[in-house]
């Protein structure tokens, strides 16, 4: 299994749509998890930080499966300003993130 | 809201010159990295710094990169020798406490274009 992996799309949804993303990762020992979302050409930004089973943030919801080392994002209600690059990001050792190549989302009127 | 600020934005240097990239972490921030990112790839480590000294670097950072904290506000990488390869955007992060646990927050970039 890749350290990271996830599905890199195009998500291509409508305004109001429900879309949701996966991540797979492979160390066993990693206790933090965390979603960024890139913007093309931009650094990427904290989105949402998982620490136990889930973590929910308005219309965004994170959860975790650590049993089948599983990942997932949900997005409620998309907006135009959603569209964006979402980065699965876990932990390898002490301090180095290690990032999944991204997953592509274009929200459209 | 305090962010991580890096200089310059856009670098271009000759293949074979040295460059130094710098960073002024959040200020109460403790752990500091660098990362890059080759154009349409992902995010990847280069090292992590903490108490004045590197505490983790990946098999990218090489004899070629150096990282220091000449002061107590800067965080500077520096690539000697540059290739072609080393062009990519530079993304300098830190966080309050060890990054495993705590979000990493990223500084705008510095994009380095090697000709």
């Known amino acids: 299994r890749k350290e990271v992996e996830q599905d890199p799309g195009p998500f291509n949804v409508p305004e109001g749509a429900t879309v949701a993303f996966n991540c797979t990762y492979s160390?066993?020992?990693?206790?933090?998890f965390f979603w960024y979302r890139q913007d093309c050409r931009k650094e990427p930004k904290l989105l949402m930080s998982?620490?136990?089973s889930g973590n929910e943030d308005g219309r965004f919801t994170a959860q975790l499966n650590r049993a089948s080392q599983y990942i997932s994002l949900l997005i409620r209600d998309s907006k135009l300003s959603d569209s964006a690059t979402y980065l699965c990001?876990?932990?390898?050792?002490?301090?180095?993130?290690?990032f999944g190549t991204g997953t592509r989302l274009q929200v459209f009127p | 809201e305090p962010e991580v600020t890096q200089t310059p934005s856009h670098q271009v240097t000759q293949m074979g010159q040295e460059v130094i990239l710098r960073c002024v972490p959040i200020?109460?921030?403790?752990?500091f990295y660098w990362y890059r990112q080759i154009l349409g790839q992902k995010v990847e480590f280069l090292v992590s710094?903490?108490?004045?000294?590197?505490?983790?670097k990946s098999e990218i950072f090489d004899d070629q990169f150096s990282v220091e904290r000449p002061d107590g506000s800067n965080f500077t990488l520096k690539i000697r020798s540059t290739k072609l390869e080393d062009s990519a955007m530079y993304f300098c992060?830190?966080?309050?406490?060890?990054?495993?646990?705590?979000?990493?927050?990223f500084g705008d970039g510095t994009r380095l274009s090697i000709l």
């Open positions: 200020s109460n921030h403790l752990y």
């Open positions: 990001v876990v932990p390898y050792n002490t301090d180095k993130l290690i």
């Open positions: 992060a830190s966080s309050e406490r060890d990054g495993g646990n705590q979000p990493q927050h």
């Open positions: 998982v620490y136990s």
């Open positions: 710094f903490y108490n004045n000294e590197i505490s983790e």
């Open positions: 160390n066993s020992a990693s206790q933090s």
